[in-house]
């Protein structure tokens, strides 16, 4: 085949540093979801949504043929926590936690995913972050070890 094509969807899911609500101002939680999805674009990764609420954010996106999964998602936490620095006037230092979670979806669970990620605020009125990381790395079969998933 003369040409490489094509479509892996990635639903990504990374928490603040100490799930701290770094993102509880809904302008500038809104505004960081922007900013995610222009670097992912970027990186010829194009987001399709972004969402989350004060202490994470997730992301479905199509990976690019030319960038790992790792640079990708390294890339998308130093650009934005360098971004929120600059943005942040009250001195606080932003930071994400260092680890993340990455699964695939199949493109006719992609709709699905998506409002998934749109609803958060409301996801989120019935159960925390720790929780819903659980039952993502359940439901994708993800053996952990409750010791390390959490800083």
Known sequence: MPQSLSNV???I?????????????????????RYLAEISTRLDCPAIVVGGVEDHVHLLACQARTITL???IKELNRASS??????????????WQAGYGAFSVSQSQSEEVRRYIACQAEHHRRFDFQREL???????????????IWD
């Open 82 to 95: 360098l971004w929120a620095k600059a943005q942040d006037r009250s001195g606080e230092s932003f930071q």
């Open 134 to 148: 659980r039952l993502l790395l359940d439901r994708h079969g993800v053996d952990y070890d409750e010791r390390y």
């Open 13 to 33: 899911v990374f928490s603040t540093k100490g799930r701290r609500p770094l993102l509880g101002d809904e302008e500038r939680r809104e505004a960081m979801h």
């Open 9 to 11: 969807l990635v639903h």
């Open 70 to 72: 790792a640079d990708w």
